[in-house]
Each structure stands twice: as C-alpha cells, then as structure tokens.
C-alpha cells in the first residue's frame, strides 16, 4: 500500500462491517457512518459556491456530446455540473480522500478504486419546481459502454439531507432484478427523458420480477455519505424547505473496468462523455484509468 493510500486508526473504524457489505448486497445500497468532517462539508459549500461564481482550476478541452453544465443563465432549475472533480480542485481534494474509496472498495469487493465521474447538484428551495424530481432510473445505463458491473455512487450531501430537501430515493434490492429486454433508449440521461416512461419503466420491471416497489428515501446527516450500486433503481423528490440542496454525486468505478464496444439496435456503438477526453489504450480505445479524468481514488496493492 503506498502512503497516499493510507488510513489513520480512526477512519478504519468507519469502514463498512462484513455484515454492512452483506447488506448492500442484498439492498442494493449502504448508508455510511461520518466519513467527513463538519469542515470538509462546510468547504464543499464554500468551494461549489466559488464553483458557481465561476472559479475554475482548469476546463475541459472541449464540450463532450451529454455534458452537464449549469450556469447561471440556466436560472432557478436544478442545477447539475459534471467534471468537477477535473475542472476544481478545492472541491477535488475533498472528493479524492481515500477513505471514500476505502469504502467503495469494501462495497465493490475490488481493490482499487477509480473516479468515473463527479456531479455538482443543487436543488433550489422551490418546492413546485419540475426539475427538481429526479425521475427513477439506474446508473449503469449510462455506463453501458463500461465493461464492470460493480460500479457504484456515492451520494454526498453537503448538509443534513431529510425527505423534505428531496433525498436520495433507493428501490430497496432492485439491482439484483432481471431487466425485461430493454429498448436502448435507457442510456440516454434521465435529464433528456419522458418522466411518465421512467415511471412505467420501474412498474414493468417490477412486475416482471413479481416483486413490490419499496421506496425508501434515504435521511443522509452531515457527513455521511449513501453509497448505492450501479443497478439499484433510485430518483428523489421536491425540495420543500427553505434551504437549498447542495450534493455531489460521485460515480466510481472498480480497477477492472474498461472500455467495452457495446452496439445498440441501430448499429452505432453506446457511448460516454469521456470517450471524447480521455486518452487512448494502446488497443485504440478510450482509456477509463487515464488519470486525468479517471484518478485513482483507493489502491489496496
Ligand atoms: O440528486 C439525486 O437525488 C439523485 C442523484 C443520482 O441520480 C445519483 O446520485 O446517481
Ligand atoms: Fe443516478
């Protein structure tokens, strides 16, 4: 284990138990003890509102095809931002400490843990606006171009986050569900979909696993951080407090992934933003461990 890697005797005592990785293996999901500080949330607020103000380290070389990018002219919507972890960082240096990746590699039950992708989120405190409910869907349909199965996200609010902030929704135990053969539209985001479709989506999965849908939002205190896997159906509701939601969603990927050729009905190849950024393998293909875009966020060696 390289000293970059380390954890002190405290955040070892945060890890997930056997019987906390036996249950996000049968849930789908795993609430985690403090694993930040009430300085380290308190920076997320301060550096994403310097984020928002316009503070960049560095920016993307170009726009990739899907990219998530609020700004202020977007007005009061949810407001998502993608890269952040590439593009600042004072909100990077809190997103890579290892023991969010030590976390994620007891989950994945893989040794090494790489970032696949940081979302920047903010929920207005308007409580009829649409684009604050984030309709049901699993994350690896975007990722169908990555090879792994045992990706996951870590959802990180930057405050306490009660049902009425509209948390993180989990469909308790549906990434262990067989998918009916999906039409390809899925890997579309759910920003570009029908709400009514997703919501039909779910049901039909369901039924078609002849099991009940159990939504559980999920109250998130300071610190704590909700991991769920790349399979588990989730959405969140209304913002109905005065207070905004502030979150990141950070998406991760295990040692083993890869780019994958992954052809859709219509004959091209599914696709992510990063396939435009990142270098390549000497196979040609884009390269999801290129540390720029990809680094290394836990390394048991
Ligand atoms: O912002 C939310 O409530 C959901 C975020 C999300 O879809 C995710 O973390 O994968
Ligand atoms: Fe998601």
């Known amino acids: 284990m390289t000293l970059e890697f ?106 090494e843990i790489r970032i696949f992708q940081s979302t920047l989120i903010y929920k207005p405190p308007i409580s009829g606006e649409p684009s604050n409910l984030v309709p049901w869907h699993f994350d690896k349909h975007y990722w169908s171009s990555s090879s792994s199965d045992r990706m996951l996200t870590a959802f990180i609010p930057f405050h306490d986050c009660p049902p009425e902030m509209g948390t993180i929704t989990m469909v308790d135990g549906s990434h262990r569900w067989a998918e009916i053969g999906s039409d390809d539209t899925v890997v579309r985001h759910f920003a570009e979909r029908d709400r009514s479709q997703l919501d039909q989506m779910l049901a039909e999965n369901a039924a078609y696993n002849n099991v009940e849908v159990t939504r559980l939002p999920i109250t998130i205190p300071r610190g704590h951080v909700n991991f769920h896997h790349c399979r588990t159906y989730h959405g969140s509701g209304a913002n109905v407090t005065d207070r905004p939601r502030r979150a990141i969603s950070l998406h991760l990927q295990d040692g083993a992934n890869r780019y994958r050729e992954y052809p859709l009905t219509d004959g091209t190849l599914a696709a992510y933003n990063h396939d435009v950024l990142v270098r390549r393998t000497s196979a040609g293909h884009p390269d999801y461990a290129d540390p720029d875009y990809c680094p290394t966020l836990w390394a048991d060696r």
């Open 6 to 111: 380390k954890l002190s005797d405290e955040e070892v005592e945060l890890l997930p138990t056997d019987e906390d990785v036996a249950f996000y293996n049968e849930h789908g999901w795993y609430l985690s003890k403090k694993l930040l500080t009430d300085d380290e949330t308190d920076e997320l607020v301060n550096a994403s509102e310097r984020y928002y103000a316009g503070e960049r380290d560095r920016s993307l070389p170009e726009a990739p095809p899907r990219l998530a990018y609020w700004d202020p002219s977007k007005g009061d919507v949810q407001r998502h931002n993608d890269y952040v972890h590439y593009e600042h960082d004072g909100l990077a240096k809190i997103l890579r400490k290892p023991l969010i990746g030590a976390v994620a590699a007891r989950l994945a039950q893989t040794d």
